[in-house]
């Protein structure tokens, strides 16, 4: 007979090998991943191997139910993903309902569940849609509150840190913003955890360090997918996007050349060629022992936040603003100090990760009712956080990324009658800048 239980991430099994397992002499005991949970269980039930299941110690959930209704797509999603027996990813655009269909999901396997959010923010917003959608308490694991339910929010974080000891107390994993899951520290999720359910949720799927194939093994593959171009004018507002080129100051194109041909004379010096992302990142590692590529990088730098903070580009932005003086406007720039030039000097109301908590709300809640117009904002709006209703959004600078580009795109695509959304991007031209909005653009 052999006899199933958890320690520490590992399934370990005394009384006989089982498969997916090894040898443990320290242990006297075959252990296997705690992911390899499903697959053990079930392989051992097929083989009729007579086993004792000590490991699941799931806390006890009660019966769901909501009232929540899905679109077309997004019941053919959660359809999808049911198929592919509970595991899976669903790419749906911001602002298409993600949490819509997993919440449903939560509803019809009503099993004690852990939703993994990347930030304190979205920590919040899970637990109030839970407990509107249930009316249920939820217990929260982030943010040093250690509040164990049978339906519990987790940052990436808190999970990772308290895999050990909660690996084995939930049977559905739901994985918001699942692009973060093939991280090394956060893998250890989904590679600890028994759930034999997983529900990955993201608008973009895509990773530079080749996680997409990780995703898989962790979660399950993607089992429905669609784009904003799918979505837009039926489910998600019609929009346009929109690139102007605008040139440099004399002296901003003089002080740009002079910063970038440091940088480019130094990669010709050292015969470097910068042909993708992965090249760049291995420039940026060996910038750590020497002092002439740190140089260099932050020569690049300082050319490139030249390009991102043109003067021609506030003036274009203060011209939009004057053009619509009713609409909402979003305004996206890369780094902080930016943000609070353009905050400061056209009166906008600023958030960046270092805005408190009160005023982040207070903003967002203004910008709502419509006592404010505009937000500027580095990258907090980005992820996962709902933003209320606006019909622009400009680009005054940011990175090479294409999933930044649709998370800011998305920010601006839920529906309204007669609404249509523009995303209007600032170029600096004859510069880098031109390079990354193109990659950005895919």
Partial sequence: MIRLRYERGWLLAKGGPIPFGEYDPALDAYRAPGIRYRDVVRELRERGVEFVDEALRPLVCPRL???????DYQLEALEAWRGAGCRGVIVLPTGAG???IALKAMEELSVSTLVVVPTLVLVEQWR?????AFGVDV????GGREGVKPITVSTYDSASIRAGSLGNRFELLV???????????????ALCYLAPYRLGLTATPERSDGGHAALMELVGGVVYELGVEDLAGVYLAPYTIETVYLPLTREERKRYEEEFGEYASFLEARGIKIESGEDYRRLVVRSGRDPEVRRALRAREKALRIAYGSEVKLNYLRRLMREHPDEKMLIFTRYNDLVYRISREMLIPAITHRTPKAEREEILDGFREGRYL???????LEEGVDVPDASIA?????????REFIQRLGRILRKRR????RLIELVSRGTAEIGMSRRRRG
């Fill in 175 to 189: 994985f918001d913003e699942v692009h973060h899951l093939p991280s090394p520290t956060y893998s250890r999720i």
């Fill in 65 to 71: 139910s909501s009232e929540l209704k899905l679109r």
């Fill in 418 to 421: 007669g609404k249509r959304a």
């Fill in 98 to 100: 993600k949490t819509v």
């Fill in 394 to 402: 400009v680009i005054i600078s940011g990175t090479g990324s294409s």
């Fill in 139 to 142: 217990g929260v694991v982030a």
């Fill in 128 to 132: 109030e849609r839970i407990e509107d």
């Fill in 374 to 380: 505009r937000i500027v904002t580095s990258r907090v």
